[in-house]
């Protein structure tokens, strides 16, 4: 037990929880802002798959990591087209659409990887690169607190910034308004004169960009290569993420932190005499808690609207 | 009278629909084709197995005969929950699920021949029915997204199954993570020699009919079908939208965990499932084909595992990863399910009809 303890509050455990917190976070936010129009994006895992293996693939090609930052960000940007395409102009239902994304990455990342180095596990053949770590100055150097906040990914500070912009972004511009009137009522919308689908277009887009921002972080952050199936499943744990987070920015980066802790315990915990199954559970449990929890709490606030009517 | 024949606006959309499947399934199909051929280095070849190869030696028609089974129980599992309009994916760990309590029948109980995979399955079927029930409970009693709940719980029900596997079943002398070997009693016998189709095939065949016959002479399956077309319309014409909601899950789960139990007792000797078998997403895919209805299920199972076969067969002799159908499958939800699909080309055609049978009354 003594032992625990002291694991979570090591420099250590709370850096990894940031490490692990980054990916989810970034499709959490993903998910708000297409949520926040009203479209539900369960492509986000398909999403992350396709721009991880895009990560890998554009910056062995350049030797640029960020170059294929960019070229991960394209693919990301252009499946969210795809899917708001096919949503909006062809009628297909979203969920459906989602579905039809994870499906065809799972396969076609592989297919895709298999023809460029035949190896149908691992890119290890492919000299991709990693984005940098970066040591803050001055924070660095505070003796805790330097080892938990410096030293990390390119892409985890982009991510807590994505916080920040994404708030802006939904509280500060015309752009953000449109949303979020669109999420609320889109025939109010339509009777504004915004265009809804025009607006939906751009929560799709962006939503592609952020978790192509967190797929990219998987293949060029997490680990140095792209592994079949390596998002293992948290473009879904971050729709929950987004439900237990309230549909605020803010919200949102709290309920991923908690989903990166369970994380960073579960791989901490495995020395414990517990079986390793029930702890991995533990991120996928508290999921299902957790949108229960806020499932119950939002219909409560709906009947307390009704009953003051 | 020497009146041509009168088409009404109804017939010519239902044809059309058959009509937009086929192109959907053409585009699919042709987009693979394409990408095969700019990939390989022996492209000929590669269409060649990947096209024909399901038919060149009974072996091979055998393997697509013995996919299909699993296929149309998830078929018909997902149609039975979607014309409910739950997308519930827990179809997927009901399979597992199924899979795995069949398997601790099989090999933790001496019952005799007959009886023993009747029990099993029946064991899966149960187990499913209760994991594809939760996310429906959530939905009807808290509002809980089945969606992100039901993904949720295929990994929770994925490392439930392992840590069974490990802890309860494991053979240590198999020399991979592995079950003890099933007695014979449990397993389910091959019927026609040479191709391993197995008995579970009489089994899947009779559910079709059940099925069909559930969902649309049955009051439950219309009070299922008239819940998923609209859901107040349902509750104001005195359907118990909730208790119908879980009724389809109940059904849809316990055909998905059958599936899994089905598949572990005719196609292997152990079980040894240590990640999720993906046969719930393809349920998906068949279930949209069929336009959710169970009569046209085997149909599209039968398309997606002759698809499957064909490209594991052209995989082995050529340079293509058989992942190439991933994209074919993704294409055929996107454009079937797509409702403005060729949808200007329906109106033409109706309105021209219309406009003939106009002038026909006029003339007339």
């Known amino acids: 037990m003594q032992n625990i303890i002291s694991t979570i509050f090591s420099a250590s455990f709370l850096f990894s929880i940031l490490r692990l917190t980054t990916p989810i976070l970034l499709a959490a936010l993903a998910a708000l802002i297409t949520d926040r129009a009203g479209v539900m994006n369960i492509g986000l895992e398909g999403i992350m798959l396709c721009s991880a293996l895009a990560g890998v693939v554009g910056s062995a090609y350049t030797q640029n990591a960020f170059l294929g930052l960019l070229f991960a960000m394209f693919i990301g940007s252009l499946l969210g087209v795809i899917m708001a395409y096919c949503a909006l102009n062809l009628k297909t239902d979203i969920i459906l659409t989602g579905i039809a994304i994870n499906l065809f990455a799972s396969g076609g990342t592989v297919f895709i990887l298999y023809s460029i180095c035949k190896d149908k596990g691992m890119s290890t053949s492919l000299a991709s690169l990693t984005l940098p770590s970066i040591d803050i100055p001055l924070i660095k150097d505070i003796p805790f607190l330097g080892t938990i906040f410096s030293g990390h990914n390119f892409l985890t500070y982009i991510a807590f910034l994505s916080v920040i912009v994404i708030w802006a972004l939904l509280y500060k511009t015309p752009l953000g308004l449109r949303i979020r009137v669109v999420g609320e009522n889109p025939n109010a919308a339509e009777s504004v004169g915004i265009n809804v689908r025009k607006t939906q277009y751009y929560v799709l887009i962006i939503s592609g960009i952020l978790a192509s921002l967190g797929g990219a972080y998987m293949s060029m952050g997490y680990m140095d290569k792209f592994a079949r199936d390596m998002v293992a499943g948290r473009g879904f744990i971050a729709l929950a993420a987004e439900a237990l987070g309230t549909g605020t920015p803010l919200g949102v980066m709290g309920s991923s932190l908690i989903f990166g802790a369970a994380d960073a315990l579960a791989s901490n915990l495995q020395v414990l005499r517990v079986p390793v199954q029930f702890i991995q559970m533990i991120p996928y449990l508290l999921t299902i808690v957790g949108l229960i929890v806020y499932s119950i709490s939002k219909s409560r606030q709906i009947k307390k609207i009704y009953l003051q009517k | ?364």
């Open chain 2, 1 to 364: 009278m020497k009146n041509k024949q009168v088409l009404t606006s109804k017939t010519i959309e239902n044809r059309f629909e058959v009509f937009r499947v086929v192109v959907a399934i053409a585009i699919a199909i042709a987009v693979a084709l394409l990408l095969i051929f700019f990939t390989s280095k022996q492209p000929f070849e590669a269409l060649y197995w990947f096209l024909l190869g399901p038919l060149k030696s009974l072996r091979n028609f055998g393997n697509v005969v013995q996919l299909f089974i699993p296929l149309t129980f998830a078929g018909l599992s997902i149609a039975v929950m979607f014309q409910c309009n739950q997308f519930n994916m827990a179809a997927e760990g009901a399979f597992f699920l199924g899979g795995l309590g069949a398997a601790i029948v099989a090999v933790k109980m001496t019952l005799p021949m007959g009886v023993h995979p009747v029990v099993a399955i029946l064991v899966g079927a149960v187990l499913g029915a209760i994991v594809c029930a939760i996310p429906g409970i959530f939905k009807v009693k808290w509002g809980a997204n089945e969606v992100v709940s039901s993904l949720m719980l295929n990994y929770i029900m994925l490392f439930l199954g392992t840590y069974v596997l490990q802890y309860v079943l494991l053979d240590p002398s198999a020399g991979y993570p592995a079950s003890n070997q099933f007695p014979s009693t449990a397993t389910l016998s091959v019927i026609i020699p040479k191709t391993g189709i197995h008995a579970g095939i009489i089994l899947v065949a009779f559910l079709v009919v059940l099925v069909y016959l559930f969902m649309y002479k049955t009051k439950w399956g219309y009070a299922i079908r008239i819940t998923g077309q609209n859901e107040k319309f349902a509750k104001y014409s005195g359907v118990g939208v909730g208790s119908t909601i879980i009724l389809s899950q109940l059904v849809g789960g316990a055909l998905a965990g059958a599936g899994g139990a089905t598949q572990v007792l005719g196609m292997y000797t152990r079980f040894s499932w240590t990640s999720l078998p993906g046969y719930g997403f393809d349920g998906i895919i068949i279930s949209i084909l069929a336009k959710n209805n169970p009569a046209y299920v085997p149909l599209a199972a039968f398309f997606l595992a002759y698809l499957r076969i064909g490209a594991d067969i052209m995989s082995r002799k050529t340079d293509i990863a058989p992942e190439v159908v991933a994209i074919v499958q993704a294409l055929i939800i996107l454009l079937v399910a797509a409702k403005m699909f060729l949808d200007k080309y329906k109106h033409r055609l109706i309105v021209k009809n219309s406009q003939e049978q106009l002038l026909q009354k006029e003339g007339a």
